[in-house]
Protein backbone atom coordinates (compact mmCIF):
# COMPACT_ATOMS: atom_id res chain seq x y z
CA UNK A 1 0.00 0.00 0.00
CA UNK A 2 1.50 3.65 -0.87
CA UNK A 3 -0.13 6.97 0.27
CA UNK A 4 0.68 9.64 -2.19
CA UNK A 5 0.52 13.34 -0.92
CA UNK A 6 1.58 15.88 -4.08
CA UNK A 7 3.11 19.95 -2.79
CA UNK A 8 4.48 22.79 -4.80
CA UNK A 9 1.46 23.59 -7.07
CA UNK A 10 0.48 27.15 -7.43
CA UNK A 11 -0.49 30.52 -9.94
CA UNK A 12 2.42 31.40 -11.97
CA UNK A 13 3.08 33.86 -14.66
CA UNK A 14 3.75 32.18 -18.35
CA UNK A 15 7.30 31.59 -18.40
CA UNK A 16 7.47 30.61 -14.67
CA UNK A 17 8.28 28.01 -12.91
CA UNK A 18 7.65 25.55 -10.51
CA UNK A 19 8.65 22.36 -7.85
CA UNK A 20 6.62 19.38 -7.29
CA UNK A 21 6.85 17.22 -5.17
CA UNK A 22 4.85 14.19 -3.86
CA UNK A 23 5.72 12.43 -0.61
CA UNK A 24 4.63 8.33 -0.22
CA UNK A 25 4.19 7.02 2.82
CA UNK A 26 4.81 3.23 2.77
CA UNK A 27 8.21 1.35 2.85
CA UNK A 28 8.10 -0.11 -0.39
CA UNK A 29 8.33 3.29 -2.44
CA UNK A 30 11.63 2.34 -4.02
CA UNK A 31 10.47 -0.51 -5.57
CA UNK A 32 7.68 1.50 -7.94
CA UNK A 33 8.26 3.66 -10.68
CA UNK A 34 6.43 6.78 -10.27
CA UNK A 35 4.73 9.22 -12.58
CA UNK A 36 3.29 12.78 -12.75
CA UNK A 37 0.40 13.07 -14.79
CA UNK A 38 -2.01 15.55 -15.62
CA UNK A 39 -5.90 16.78 -15.88
CA UNK A 40 -7.22 19.80 -17.47
CA UNK A 41 -11.21 20.51 -16.97
CA UNK A 42 -13.38 18.88 -19.42
CA UNK A 43 -10.20 16.83 -20.87
CA UNK A 44 -8.80 13.39 -19.80
CA UNK A 45 -6.13 12.70 -17.43
CA UNK A 46 -2.87 12.52 -19.31
CA UNK A 47 0.69 11.36 -18.99
CA UNK A 48 3.30 14.00 -17.96
CA UNK A 49 6.45 12.05 -16.69
CA UNK A 50 7.68 8.68 -15.25
CA UNK A 51 11.00 7.36 -13.28
CA UNK A 52 11.77 4.30 -12.48
CA UNK A 53 12.30 2.38 -9.21
CA UNK A 54 16.01 3.17 -9.33
CA UNK A 55 15.80 6.76 -10.65
CA UNK A 56 18.05 6.37 -13.95
CA UNK A 57 15.38 5.88 -16.21
CA UNK A 58 12.89 8.51 -17.49
CA UNK A 59 10.31 9.07 -19.64
CA UNK A 60 8.23 12.51 -21.05
CA UNK A 61 5.74 13.86 -23.34
CA UNK A 62 6.27 15.47 -25.86
CA UNK A 63 5.09 18.68 -24.32
CA UNK A 64 7.55 17.87 -21.11
CA UNK A 65 10.61 16.98 -22.99
CA UNK A 66 13.56 20.14 -22.93
CA UNK A 67 11.12 21.73 -19.89
CA UNK A 68 9.92 19.38 -17.44
CA UNK A 69 12.38 17.23 -15.34
CA UNK A 70 11.21 14.18 -13.26
CA UNK A 71 13.70 12.61 -10.25
CA UNK A 72 13.39 11.13 -7.08
CA UNK A 73 14.80 10.32 -3.90
CA UNK A 74 14.47 7.22 -2.06
CA UNK A 75 15.88 8.08 0.93
CA UNK A 76 12.69 11.21 0.94
CA UNK A 77 10.28 8.73 -0.38
CA UNK A 78 9.94 11.58 -2.49
CA UNK A 79 9.23 12.43 -6.18
CA UNK A 80 9.91 15.63 -7.83
CA UNK A 81 8.70 17.77 -11.01
CA UNK A 82 10.44 20.31 -12.26
CA UNK A 83 8.27 22.72 -14.69
CA UNK A 84 10.26 25.43 -16.29
CA UNK A 85 9.20 27.73 -19.22
CA UNK A 86 5.76 27.08 -18.18
CA UNK A 87 2.90 27.96 -20.56
CA UNK A 88 -0.57 28.87 -20.32
CA UNK A 89 -1.72 25.16 -21.83
CA UNK A 90 0.10 23.57 -18.85
CA UNK A 91 -2.81 24.78 -16.76
CA UNK A 92 -4.32 21.53 -15.12
CA UNK A 93 -4.08 19.57 -12.02
CA UNK A 94 -1.02 17.62 -12.05
CA UNK A 95 -1.14 13.82 -10.14
CA UNK A 96 1.80 11.35 -9.26
CA UNK A 97 0.62 7.57 -9.18
CA UNK A 98 2.85 4.74 -8.34
CA UNK A 99 3.25 1.30 -10.27
CA UNK A 100 5.12 -1.62 -10.76
CA UNK A 101 5.37 -1.35 -14.21
CA UNK A 102 6.92 1.40 -16.69
CA UNK A 103 4.08 2.81 -18.37
CA UNK A 104 2.58 6.02 -19.81
CA UNK A 105 -0.96 4.86 -19.46
CA UNK A 106 -3.46 5.67 -16.30
CA UNK A 107 -4.34 1.93 -16.62
CA UNK A 108 -1.02 0.56 -14.95
CA UNK A 109 -0.98 2.53 -12.26
CA UNK A 110 -2.72 1.27 -8.82
CA UNK A 111 -1.91 4.21 -6.57
CA UNK A 112 -2.74 7.90 -6.71
CA UNK A 113 -2.32 11.01 -5.24
CA UNK A 114 -5.25 13.90 -4.59
CA UNK A 115 -3.27 16.45 -7.33
CA UNK A 116 -1.95 20.14 -6.99
CA UNK A 117 -3.37 22.89 -8.81
CA UNK A 118 -1.28 24.68 -11.24
CA UNK A 119 -2.54 27.59 -12.71
CA UNK A 120 -0.17 29.48 -15.76
CA UNK A 121 -1.49 33.31 -16.67
CA UNK A 122 -0.60 34.43 -19.81
Known amino acids: QVQLVESGGGSVQAGGSLKLSCVASGRTFSTYTLGWFRQAPGKEREFVAYINSKGDMTSYTEVAKGRFTISRDNFKNTVYLEMNGLKPEDTATYYC???????????????WGRGTQVTISS
Open 97 to 111: AASVFLSTSTRWYDY
